[in-house]
T-cell receptor
Framework: NAGVTQTPKFQVLKTGQSMTLQCAQDMNHNSMYWYRQDPGMGLRLIYY???????DKGEVPNGYNVSRLNKREFSLRLESAAPSQTSVYFC??????????????FGEGSRLTVL | KQEVTQIPAALSVPEGENLVLNCSFT??????LQWFRQDPGKGLTSLLL?????REQTSGRLNASLDKSSGRSTLYIAASQPGDSATYLC???????????FGTGTRLQVFP
């Protein structure tokens, strides 16, 4: 029972490079989220998808794009990485469609360093 | 804009102590509040969920209370153990934002 799976777990990029973080959930949940976690700032929402086929900006969307490929998968793309995007990224899934129900499941995180 | 604050930022206690972690929020129009646990290098695990109509929730040695009018929640851990060492985060779901807003967490260390 994997829950929410993120890949890769670690990545080092040079400034200007691009990459995609992958997230997949096997719980048949409707909504999915991408957060970043930085020291002293808590988790901040980057983008979310309330349901398959929809995506919306969160608190800190600049520099990122997302794709809700299907109900299971929600990817986060950095088109031109910057040092300010060095962070730990978490994907999460919730069974609710438009409102968080309180059953939020997190992946184990992807640690990204941009040099 | 909802803001969530957790005090203290860090706490170190001897095993066996009862302890209280605090969470405060600025917008009382919430529909739920959650407490999460995060172990180093890991994701978040949900501990307790309190709906806005509830005053408290209990799970084992954990008890979370909610006072919407004062914008506060507390997480009470009874008879702390070294295995409780982790970072504890609270998160609030507000009607205005409709998405979870997280506090910065309290890093707890319980030593034998």
């Amino acid at each position: 029972n994997a829950g929410v799976t993120q890949t890769p777990k670690f990545q080092v990029l040079k400034t200007g490079q691009s990459m995609t973080l992958q997230c997949a959930q096997d719980m048949n949940h409707n909504s999915m989220y991408w957060y970043r976690q930085d020291p002293g700032m808590g988790l901040r929402l980057i983008y979310y998808s309330a349901s398959e086929g929809t995506t919306d900006k969160g608190e800190v969307p600049n520099g990122y794009n997302v794709s809700r490929l299907n109900k299971r998968e929600f990817s986060l793309r950095l088109e031109s990485a910057a040092p300010s995007q060095t962070s730990v990224y978490f994907c999460a899934a919730d069974r609710g469609r438009f409102r968080n129900t309180g059953e939020l499941f997190f992946g184990e995180g992807s640690r990204l360093t941009v040099l | 804009k909802q803001e969530v604050t957790q005090i203290p930022a860090a706490l170190s206690v001897p095993e066996g102590e009862n302890l209280v972690l605090n969470c405060s929020f600025t917008d009382s129009a919430i529909y739920n509040l959650q407490w999460f646990r995060q172990d180093p290098g890991k994701g978040l695990t949900s501990l307790l969920l309190i709906q806005s109509s509830q005053r408290e929730q209990t799970s084992g040695r954990l008890n979370a209370s909610l006072d919407k009018s004062s914008g506060r929640s507390t997480l009470y851990i009874a008879a702390s153990q070294p295995g409780d060492s982790a970072t504890y985060l609270c998160a609030v779901a507000s009607y205005n934002t409709d998405k979870l807003i997280f506090g910065t967490g309290t890093r707890l260390q319980v030593f034998p």
